[in-house]
């Protein structure tokens, strides 16, 4: 068997797959020279026939060429990274495995995997809004609790003075009696004389009448108290059920608050590392691709200089030989949508202001918000008064539709109405997503939009 070149060799006894798998270890020696490696390959195949070669029915395209085949497939995938991370929150779905090797196939299931895991986060995040906005309520159910609990402990102090004074009264009347002599109506009548008799026992009739009715009010006032005393005890129990409540939803939210940072974090590293492996092989493809053009365009400076010989078209040659690269346009950046005037205005740049804040659920400014947080503050400066709640801020205003929105409306999101932002123009909002966000401008979530309602209005 005559001898191949050592770099070129493959052992007889080597499988397909185990030369893929060596290949593959060393792909960044194979992707810095790519286009090298091609044009050697070729050669060496030109030449195949030994029996220490696989042939080309026993093994698919080395993996070089497969990798090539796969950079179009990643690069697509990573141009949608950068949104699909803006959206990833939650904790619904387990940490990502080791990264894949960058083959078609692992390439597709890696993409499945991304996308079923935000699809499961989309849904965690969904009910991690609600519980903010459901924690947002029961703040407002707290407070109306405290007024109750307040309302029946000054119920409970106006019995007791009202007992102290029906008490004072009866032993007032008591005292009265005794000091008329605690005669019988037998006795006033029989003794002494009768005209002074009737008169006395008129006296004490009415004394009489006076303790009953005193009697009467003490047992009312005593009644009143026990009353008191039952709502207070109620008001107070329903207070503590609420603080009891908002404190589990609290230890939840922030525990889910973690897993979504924990798995953010994991999937934002896999991002990197398929971006970082994607920027080595396209690296690799343009170097391959450079070579080829420079092979061309010599190829054509060749050809135009005998050309040029012949015709004397030298110009006409070189023109044509550089026909086809042109400038890649320049896309201007957007304008600023236009703030609005009056209060919407106030409310609209009082919302810029805040970019770049952290989204915390239950906050409410000023360093810190979460949805209805957000916007109850930016109205506020601009003289408007919100409830921290989505559900609350939806009836807070008139209701407009799409067509409708200007600068400095609230739009509301999903049947629930569990998320709101300010409407900026232009078909954009500022808002607080989500746990691991910032307050930022986007467009507004037309899919899943419910209405607007204008504060004020």
């Known amino acids: 068997m005559s001898s191949v070149p050592t770099e070129g060799r493959r052992n007889a006894g080597e499988s397909c797959s185990e030369t893929r798998h060596r290949d593959a270890d060393s792909g960044a020696d194979i992707d810095a020279d ?16 030994r029996a220490d070669v696989p042939t080309a029915a026993s093994c698919p395209p080395d993996p070089p060429r497969a990798s090539r085949q796969a950079v179009s497939c990643l690069t697509g995938l990573l141009l949608a990274a950068p949104m699909a ?13 080791p990264a894949a090797p960058a083959t078609s196939s692992s390439l597709a299931e890696v993409q499945v995997e991304i996308d079923r895991t935000k ?5 965690s995040v969904r009910q991690s809004a609600r519980a903010a906005e459901e924690f947002d309520a029961g703040r407002i159910r707290l407070a109306a609790a405290e007024r109750a609990a307040s309302a029946a402990a000054a119920r409970v102090g106006r019995a007791n003075q009202a007992v102290r004074a029906a008490s004072d009264r009866h032993r007032g009347l008591a ?13 006033l009548l029989l003794g002494g ?39 207070a005890d109620d008001a107070l129990a329903g207070k503590k059920k609420i603080v009891d409540d908002l404190a589990e939803r609290k230890s939840a939210l922030a525990a889910t608050a973690t897993d979504q940072q924990d798995l953010l974090g994991q999937l934002q590293a896999r991002f990197a590392e398929l971006e970082k492996r994607a920027r080595a092989r396209a690296e690799a493809a343009r170097r391959a691709r450079q070579a080829a053009a420079a092979a061309a365009a010599a190829a054509a400076a060749r050809q135009a200089a005998a050309e ?52 915390v659920w239950g906050a ?14 930016v109205w506020r400066k601009a003289g408007v008064a919100l409830s921290h709640y989505t559900g609350s801020q939806w009836n807070e205003g008139r209701r407009v539709s799409r067509a409708e929105l200007v600068a400095g409306d609230l739009v509301f999101f999903h049947a ?40 004020g209005a």
Request: glycine fraction near 16%; hydrophobic fraction near 40%; aromatic fraction near 6%.
């Open 34 to 49: 790519a286009g090298a490696d091609i044009d050697a390959e070729d050669a060496f195949r030109a030449r195949r026939g």
């Open 85 to 97: 991370l803006t959206g990833l929150a939650g904790a619904a779905w387990g940490a990502p495995g």
């Open 119 to 123: 699809a499961a986060l989309d849904a």
């Open 175 to 187: 005292v009265s009696v005794d000091r008329s002599g605690g005669f019988s109506e037998l006795s």
């Open 193 to 231: 004389d009768p005209r002074r008799a009737l008169d006395r026992l008129g006296a004490v009739d009415a004394l009489a009448r006076r303790q009953r009715v005193a009697d009467g009010g003490l047992r009312l006032a005593r009644r009143d108290l026990t009353e008191a005393r039952r709502e």
């Open 308 to 359: 040029s010989a012949r015709y004397g078209q030298q110009a006409g040659a070189a023109a044509a030989a550089g026909k086809g690269f042109a400038a890649t346009p320049v896309t201007a950046a957007p304008a600023e949508p236009p703030l609005g005037s009056g209060g919407a205005g106030t409310a609209v740049r009082e919302a810029y202001a805040q970019l770049g804040k952290p989204y």
């Open 364 to 377: 409410e400014g000023p360093g810190t918000f979460d949805c209805s947080g957000l916007t109850q503050w």
């Open 416 to 455: 629930d109405i569990d998320h709101v932002g300010i409407y900026v123009g232009s078909g954009k909002m500022i808002n607080a997503p989500r746990t691991g966000e910032v307050v930022r401008v986007e467009d507004v979530w037309w899919s899943s939009f419910q209405g607007g309602v204008r504060p």
